[in-house]
């Protein structure tokens, strides 16, 4: 009985309390034209299983589980849950306009929205960036649902949210009317700001056609993929460009981004002339670009969670941003100060956005804060033309220069050449013994420039045998780093992220162990044959007599093995360097291999060092990779 009493005590105490925690109801009015849902207007709930139905989410056991967001909007934090969100409108008497539910994220993949109908049953309607755009029912870049007026009740919707990266719930209540409004407003400035891109492409493409520039070239091939990116971040691609291929939007965006860093970065290297002025810049931005290719590969292929990750375009805009101001501080060359202009301003909309992805509110120009990416590339493509046209006026003054001293020096030559005339006119009246002595001295000068020619043609002969033999030497130089850095790899000791650039893949590994074994050529181990061909697998030897099949490992130390060969490549070096002493624990820790298999092979490469030792002299002072031919049978 007092467990009863007990038990309706709390239950009271709980229904009480409940008006404590109740959600906010948004009141709908004719008056207002929007209203954007924040903060406890928002409830969500994290179903971790993805196995909750409408049913159980509607249910009174899972009313209370429901938690009021503490953000202006909320994320699905964890990208592997289902998150569902509720929100209520509080409907009047009457209303004269049609009203809808939009969802301000366009790149969420799989979202459901729950109305009831007039028997208290939950209907939905399914959108999402995974859906073909032609399935929505208002072909809109944002998802919108349509909502049914019910006079003066309090009607509580439903949320179903399931994507692979950040998605911002932003949902916002509209007038139908306005809507039509927005919309219109918003889908002009996408059409200036992309007829602006379109307009500046083909101006480009005709001074390219006009002047040979390649700058114009490469400015455009920016400016296309810049629009590209642009279109799919802000859905309007989806929409116009691939309806028909959902699929498509998980990889434009990155794929988009990753062009126009690209060709951002070789855009800039033309225009700030980096490979005659800048040599360490060039070869930062050649670094920067296989690092962002090399990036893209790994999150396509090995981390998908990688692709969405986008601070890493950091890295070229650093390494433009600091040639462009090198470029006009220090080497004062005036093109640079429109790149230094257009980037600060790309730099500024880039600022915004990272604030935003951070949940810092901070809107310097307003409501237009929200487009000021867009802003910025309009700018920025507004500086770069004009720094295109700077480095050809440039070129133009130089060549006019260039002209303008021709032309003074041909005048000089002329005026030499009349004097000389002059003279010779002169002299020719006044004494005929003196004009044939000129003529014999002019000759003679003749003679001696033909003689100063023909050495500078021998002597240019000579510069280019030794700009030869300087080739020659560069390339011996270069063999030379190479085989140095390989006795490194051979006496000391390395990690295995140096150790893989020597021996990157199996290909190398089995080359290597090639030219070890049959340093001395090809004897078969059946017939005693030295004649062969090659065999079916990589660097394996065929027998000419018997058809003998030897492969590249085998009668080696890597006979058999399973493990990866660079890694077991690895693994004697280190077994080797530490003359046995390292420990299977720690083997495994640095090669991610079980330790019982680390084990194993140690104690099979700690055996061949022993028999190594039994059989030379001085063992200790060779390489590790001297081991290599030791078979355990041996």
Request: aromatic letters at 16%; charged letters at 20%.
């Amino acid at each position: 009985m007092k467990r009863v009493y007990h038990s309706a005590i709390l239950f009271i105490f709980h229904f009480l309390a409940l008006p404590l925690y109740a959600q906010m109801v948004v009141p709908l009015a004719d008056s207002v034209d929007q209203h954007l849902f924040n903060f406890k207007e928002i409830e969500w709930l994290e179903d971790v299983s993805s196995e909750l139905t409408i049913n159980e989410v509607s249910s009174i056991q899972w009313n209370s589980k429901f938690l009021p967001s503490i953000r202006f909007n909320p994320t699905n934090e964890h990208r592997q849950s289902t998150y569902w969100f509720r929100v209520k409108i509080a409907f009047p008497a009457a209303t004269n306009r049609n009203w809808v539910i939009e969802f301000f994220d366009q790149t969420i993949d799989h979202l459901e929205f729950y109305s009831p109908d007039a028997n208290g049953k939950y209907k939905s309607v399914l959108v999402g960036d995974e859906m073909e755009f032609g399935k929505r029912e208002i072909w809109h870049k944002n998802f919108i649902v349509p909502l049914a007026p019910v006079p003066n009740q309090e009607i509580t919707y439903y949320v179903k949210l399931t994507s692979r990266q950040k998605a911002d719930v932003l949902i916002v209540l509209r007038a139908q009317s306005w809507l039509f409004q927005y919309a219109l407003d918003e889908y002009f400035f996408f059409g200036i700001f992309y007829g602006m891109i379109l307009v500046f492409s083909f101006y480009n493409l005709l001074m390219f056609l006009a002047v040979r520039e390649r700058h114009y070239l490469f400015y455009i091939l920016y400016l296309l993929s810049l629009g590209l990116y642009e279109m799919s971040a802000d859905g309007i691609g989806f929409q116009y460009l691939w309806p028909d291929f959902p699929q498509w939007n998980y990889y434009a965006s990155g794929i988009f981004l990753y062009l126009s860093t690209s060709f951002a970065l070789v855009f800039s290297a033309s225009l700030l002339n980096l490979r005659h002025e800048n040599q360490f810049m060039l070869r930062l931005f050649l670094a920067a670009l296989i690092f962002r290719t090399a990036f893209l590969v790994i999150s396509i292929t090995v981390q998908p969670e990688w692709f969405r990750f986008r601070f890493v375009e950091i890295i070229p805009f650093l390494a433009i941003y600091a040639a462009s101001i090198h470029s006009y501080f220090i080497k004062k060359y005036s093109p640079a100060r429109f790149l230094v202009m257009a980037y600060s301003f790309v730099a500024f909309g880039i600022l915004y956005k990272v604030f935003q992805y951070l949940d810092i509110e901070w809107r310097p120009l307003g409501e237009l804060s929200h487009y000021s990416l867009g802003l910025s590339f309009i700018i920025e493509m507004l500086l770069l033309s004009f720094a295109i046209t700077d480095k050809i006026r440039l070129l133009r003054l130089e060549k006019e220069q260039a002209q303008a001293r021709t032309i003074e020096q041909l005048h000089e030559n002329q005026e030499l050449k009349e004097n000389q005339n002059q003279l010779l006119t002169e002299q020719v009246k006044i004494k005929t013994h003196e004009l044939r002595e000129q003529n014999l001295f002019i000759e003679e000068q003749n003679r001696q420039l033909e003689a100063a020619n023909h050495q500078l043609e021998q002597q240019a002969q000579e510069i280019a045998e030794i700009n030869l033999l300087l080739s020659k030497d560069n390339q011996k130089l270069q063999h030379d780093v190479a085989e140095v850095k390989e006795a490194r790899i051979l006496s000391k000791e390395v990690d295995f992220d140096e150790f893989s650039k020597m021996y990157p893949d199996d290909h190398s590994c089995l080359r290597f162990i090639a030219d070890k074994k049959w340093v001395h050529d090809f004897q078969c181990v059946k017939c005693n044959y030295d004649g062969y061909s090659e065999g079916k697998t990589l660097y394996s030897r065929r027998c000419s007599r018997c058809g003998y099949d030897e492969s590249v490992t085998a009668f080696t130390l890597l006979q058999n093995t399973r493990l990866p060969i660079n890694k077991a490549f690895y693994m004697i070096f280190l077994v080797y360097s530490s003359n046995g002493t390292i420990s299977s624990h720690r083997l495994s820790e640095t090669l991610g291999i079980r330790q019982s298999t680390c084990w194993a092979y140690s104690s099979k490469i700690k055996k061949a060092m022993r028999e190594y030792a039994r059989t030379h002299k001085n063992a200790h002072q060779h390489g590790w990779d001297s081991i290599l031919m030791v078979h355990e049978n041996a």
